[in-house]
């Protein structure tokens, strides 16, 4: 088995976690924030979605 790590990033302007396994992205999870507490979770492990995330993007105005 592939040693996993976790790395606290920004996924769709909400905080997230991205799980890798080795150097593959399995999973990552963003979360909905209200009043200081999560309240919600959503996880996105569809290998098709799963490179995009893994894709850098730079953000301007």
């Not at 009043?35 to 492990?45: E, M, N, P, S």
Request: charged share 25%; aromatic share 4%.
């Amino acid at each position: 088995m592939a040693d996993r790590r976790t790395e606290i990033v920004i996924a769709n302007a909400a905080p997230a976690v991205a799980v890798y396994a080795g150097d593959a992205l399995e999973v990552v999870i963003t979360m909905e924030v209200a009043d200081g507490k999560i309240t919600r979770l959503y996880a996105v492990a569809n290998p098709d979605k799963l490179v995009a995330a893994a894709t850098t993007r730079m953000v301007s105005r």
